[in-house]
């Protein structure tokens, strides 16, 4: 199975600040048609996981233009420019290439 | 709106079998697949499997092989998860998602709501 790993576990960031997050595939998630099949979700207190980021960079709709993902292959960053209040949750990335999909174990980003 | 609306909790006991349902709205239902994964207490997203909604193919994680089923019912839009053999280990909560793959996405973009399933004797 790919290991999906994530760090930091905890990311505790003042408002108005930026944040940033990674996650470490233990293979290649690169497909032969170009496409990374990795993904950003957020999960916040009480609610089901949300969509933010899909094939490793693209904005899900309705997702605020301050959340960006990049990197390819086995490292992939998610960052936010400025965070807000209502960002608070965990951060999983996930993995669709091979079966089993596979998900990080969560980054919590919390308000300092 | 896209929406997957599941069933309630539920409470089994050691050795039982638990249904959920998941009723999918605002979108073609047999255009999709759907997704099962579920989430124990204070854990990560654990995947279990697909069912493809236009055919009932399914596909599953070993992990669940041989005592998960998914179906589905297209007259109604809805698709099954059941699980038998219950322990523990299964208490947690489990929720579909739709799978979008439409050109340039291969990615879980809707998620129900969750349904609790706990498992106690």
């Known amino acids: 199975d790919i290991v999906m790993t994530q760090s930091p576990l905890s990311l505790p960031v003042t408002p108005g600040e930026p944040a940033s997050m990674s996650c470490r595939s233990s293979?290649?998630?690169?497909?032969?048609?170009?496409?990374?099949?990795f993904h950003w979700y957020l999960q916040k207190p009480g609610q089901s996981p949300q969509l933010l980021i899909y094939l490793g960079s693209n904005r899900a709709s309705g997702v605020p233009d301050r959340f960006s993902g990049s990197g390819s292959g086995t490292d992939f960053t998610l960052k936010l420019s400025r965070v807000e209040a209502e960002d608070v949750g965990v951060y999983y990335c996930?993995?669709?290439?091979?079966?089993?999909?596979?998900f990080g174990q969560g980054t919590k980003l919390e308000i300092k | 709106q896209v929406q997957l609306v599941q069933s309630g909790a539920e409470v089994k006991k050691p050795g039982a079998s638990v249904k959920i349902s998941c009723k999918a709205s605002?979108?073609?239902?047999?255009?999709?697949?759907l997704n099962w994964v579920r989430q124990a207490p204070g854990q990560s997203l654990e995947w279990m499997g697909w069912v493809n909604a236009a055919n009932g193919d399914t596909g599953y994680s070993l992990k669940f092989q041989g005592r998960v089923t998914f179906n589905r019912d297209t007259s109604a839009s809805t698709a099954f998860m059941e699980l038998s053999r219950l322990t523990s280990g299964d208490t947690a909560v489990y929720y579909c998602?739709?799978?979008?793959?439409?050109?340039?996405?291969?990615?879980?973009?809707?998620w129900g709501q969750g349904t609790l399933v706990t498992v106690s004797s």
């Open positions: 996930m993995q669709n290439l091979q079966t089993p999909n596979t």
């Open positions: 605002g979108y073609t239902f047999t255009n999709y697949y």
């Open positions: 293979q290649s998630l690169l497909h032969s048609n170009g496409d990374n099949y």
């Open positions: 998602a739709r799978l979008n793959a439409e050109i340039r996405r291969y990615d879980l973009d809707y």
